[in-house]
């Protein structure tokens, strides 16, 4: 998402209404990378623009007021030029997720955004195309260059893996080209099905050192790495390489939000707590009985804390934690 919120009393951890909506707009992708675990084209049907412009209006009187659109890929739907124009005008700041491929033919509904984030693996064919397929880094470059040349503010998305633990200094070395931040990620054991790369003892140790690493590069204070250095110690920290959440709040995290002030909103337009928990939880149908009783239904998870960096981040600024808020700014003013 983008560097200062849009301020809003409903950011308030005490207050139940939601403050950010994750999009997940379409299942359809054009990358079929072996780690990811979407479940690309398993079910069809999207929202249409109508509807879509009546859930995001009832979002927005609810409270949110930030907005992530992802998907699958979300530049394949084909309603999305028009969804981000209504979303920016009915007054949310927008961030969209993307693999970059189509950036260049959405320019104009782009330039809108608060930020795109861009998955980028590596700084090499060799490197990205290694699980995302041929060509996906060439293209992923071209559609940085052309948001560059386009002045919209760029986040790179870094997700490690076997194939890039020694990769993601270079990558911040081409985010200053770019003026970009770098959202690292690791891998996360999978939750559904078995596939692509697995997770074992050694790869934890490698991970383990790679987050230490990222943990001295966050002491430099002008550096690209989005997350906040606490961030990085909890999932440093994290007991159970096994399993990426816990039915404990572990030493440290913050309280969950998930389904208080951060929802996800799917392609049918069923609401969720988390990304995380679709397949664990009933999603709550916004188009049958409204945005507000669908939020108020929601089953609040069984999980009490995990190990994405993006929602221990949400949690510690929802929870208004003094070095996520500080690493918010510093993001913002050392761009440049």
């Known amino acids: ?11 308030l951890p005490f207050i139940k209404r939601p403050y950010i909506l994750l999009f997940n707009i379409t299942q359809k992708c054009n990358l079929r990378c072996s780690y990811c675990f979407g479940k690309y084209y398993a079910e069809t049907g999207e929202l249409s623009f109508p509807q879509i412009r009546k859930i995001l209006t009832e979002f927005y009187d609810l409270g949110v007021r930030r907005l992530g659109i992802s998907g699958g890929e979300a530049l394949l739907h084909k309603d999305i030029d028009r969804v981000i ?10 961030g969209l997720n993307s693999n970059g491929i189509l950036v260049p033919y959405h320019l104009k509904s782009l330039r809108l955004l608060k930020n795109l984030s ?11 195309d290694k699980y995302r397929g041929k060509e996906a880094f060439k293209r992923a470059l071209a559609g940085i260059e052309a948001a560059y040349q386009a002045g919209i503010p760029l986040h790179f998305c870094c997700t490690l893996t076997d194939a890039n633990l020694k990769e993601w ?34 790869w934890e140790k490698k991970i383990k050192k790679t987050l230490t690493d990222i943990i001295q590069e966050k002491k430099n ?43 996800v909103l799917d392609h049918k337009g069923r609401l969720f707590p988390c990304v995380r928990l679709t397949d664990s939880l009933p999603g709550q149908d916004c188009l049958k009985m409204g945005v507000r009783q669908a939020y108020n239904k929601l089953l609040q998870p069984q999980c009490k804390s995990c190990r994405w960096a993006c929602y221990i981040e949400y949690n510690a600024l929802l929870n208004f934690n003094l070095s996520a808020i500080s690493n918010l700014f510093l993001n913002r003013f050392s761009k440049g």
């Open 169 to 202: 200094p270079k990558i911040i070395n081409l985010a200053k080209k770019y003026n970009a931040l770098v959202q690292i990620s690791p891998l996360y054991p999978r939750f559904r099905g078995d596939g692509g790369l697995k997770l074992a003892k050694a």
């Open 1 to 11: 998402m983008g560097f200062l919120p849009k301020i809003s009393y409903f950011a």
């Open 221 to 263: 204070k002008s550096s690209r790495i989005f997350y906040s250095e606490n961030t990085y110690r909890l999932m440093l920290n994290w007991p159970d390489f096994t399993s990426d959440i816990s039915s404990v709040r572990e030493l440290g995290h913050p309280p969950c939000l998930a389904g208080n002030k951060f929802v």
């Open 118 to 128: 861009i998955s980028l693996d590596g700084t090499t064919a060799a490197i990205h």
């Open 85 to 94: 124009e209504e979303a920016v005008k009915i007054g949310f700041d927008v």
